[in-house]
């Protein structure tokens, strides 16, 4: 199965200041890659996913861009962080090969700002 | 989607009973379906899944069960335990699209 790595687990960023979570995948290749985003006792909303290296689809229009400079590492950004920015951001892997399938979830990153 | 800013739905029962958490899925089309469990502060891990040409799957201690015709997926677990107690989520994807869609979230309270 796949590990998913992410960090930072917690993070306390006042606005306006950039944003740069990592996520890196163990134990597969050429993975689909996904970045969620989850406010306190809601669902989850889909940010972004990629097929590949350099592949970014976006499914939310907003402050954040993500980006995939390797296979397995996949980095959410801002440049200027929104008070309406915080929540908890995982990161998802899926076996590129089988198509729609499982998603291994990373533990996540607690992002609040003040 | 619209259901991510709605607060979760929420299931209590006592320790030892059965729990069964429900979901309706919008795509006729979707051929995939799975069951995911999120304990608070952490990611999502997978239960179970079910494909469409299966109406019911069993693992340990969970059951998961596909009514194509309604469009409609459930979770029962059975003899339920504090340890259960989390939010459980489905979601469905195929039919054209490998992108799943997750549904709005059960949490599931288990009374000791």
């Known amino acids: 199965s796949q590990t998913i790595h992410q960090w930072p687990a917690t993070l306390v960023q006042p606005v306006g200041s950039p944003l740069s979570l990592e996520c890196t995948v163990e134990?597969?290749?050429?993975?689909?890659l996904y970045w969620y985003r989850q406010a306190a006792g809601r669902g989850l909303q889909l940010l972004f996913y990629s097929v590949g290296i350099g592949q970014i689809s976006s499914e939310v229009p907003q402050n954040l861009s993500a980006s995939r400079p390797q296979d397995r590492q996949f980095i959410l950004s801002s440049k200027k962080l929104l008070l309406s920015d915080s929540g908890f951001y995982l990161c998802a892997s899926e076996d590129g090969l089988a198509g729609a399938g499982e998603q291994f979830f990373g533990p996540g990153t607690r992002l609040t700002v003040l | 989607g619209e259901s991510v800013g709605l607060h979760l739905p929420t299931l209590s029962v006592q320790e030892g009973d059965n729990s069964i958490i429900n979901c309706a899925y919008s795509?006729?089309?979707?051929?995939?379906f799975i069951w995911y469990k999120q304990e608070s502060g952490k990611g999502p891990q997978f239960i179970i899944d079910i494909r469409s040409n299966m109406d019911k799957r069993q693992g340990q201690r969970v059951t998961v069960l596909l009514n194509k015709t309604v469009k409609h997926l459930s979770l029962q677990i059975a003899a339920t335990q504090p340890g259960d107690s989390a939010v459980y989520f489905c979601?469905?994807?195929?039919?054209?699209?490998?992108?799943?869609?997750f549904g709005r979230g059960t949490s599931l309270i288990v009374h000791p």
């Open positions: 795509n006729s089309a979707s051929d995939y």
């Open positions: 979601a469905e994807s195929g039919g054209g699209s490998y992108i799943p869609t």
């Open positions: 134990g597969t290749s050429n993975p689909n």
